[in-house]
């Protein structure tokens, strides 16, 4: 039986017209290939091949023997399979856009881990979300509403808005429309293959969850 982290390895789901749309673990890409709702795209010599589930397992030998180290191995009982890197889908051709999601972590990497007020960087840990407009004068939980502030700031402001505590914003909140923490790094061999697919769509694929 294969560890989860091997199971969960990321495989980069493409729709039929080659277009990035979303990061899936290896379970759901072999899911989507028993189903023949996809095929398997390899890169060979500069060249993309597509493999069928059960081509695929009949060119696991040779990958094994010639090529171990370019691919992460699922072992079964009576076989190991190479866990493709990118997997086509079959009849899907729309475009998924994810929005940023309203999370501390993208709103600590939006603000670059800066206080907002005194325009020092702090770790996540020392760092505080500060409404500002207080939420006991009816300010919500928005992107416009919400920014990083270290602990003295904050307390410095409490229940007021910076005008009426005298403080001034470094920068105006804004939605982003992408988020530098979901970077992936795909800079390993592993991921080299995604390299072309997603110079063109990069923010447009759900990467991981927060």
Known sequence: MSSI??????????????????????????????????????IEDGSYLTYALHDWMDVAKLQKEFEAEKH?????????????????????DKFIKHEVRLTRRNLFSRDKNMCQYCGNRFTASELTLDHV???????????????????????????????????????????????EARRLRIGSLQYQSWKSFLNNAYWTIELEED
């Open 72 to 92: 992460t191995w699922l072992r079964l009982p009576t076989f190991e399979i190479a866990i493709p890197k990118i997997i086509r889908l079959l009849k899907y």
């Open 133 to 179: 407009v207080p939420r006991v004068q009816g300010g919500g939980n928005s992107w416009a509403n919400l920014v990083c502030a270290c602990m003295r700031c904050n307390t410095r402001k409490g229940g007021r808005t910076p005008r009426q505590a005298n403080m001034q914003l470094i920068h105006k909140p804004f939605k982003p429309s992408k988020c």
């Open 5 to 42: 982290s091997t199971i969960d390895e990321k495989v980069l789901v493409l729709n039929r017209g080659y277009a990035a749309i979303r990061v899936v673990p290896a379970r759901q890409a072999f899911t989507l290939l028993c189903r023949e709702a996809a095929q398997i795209l390899s």
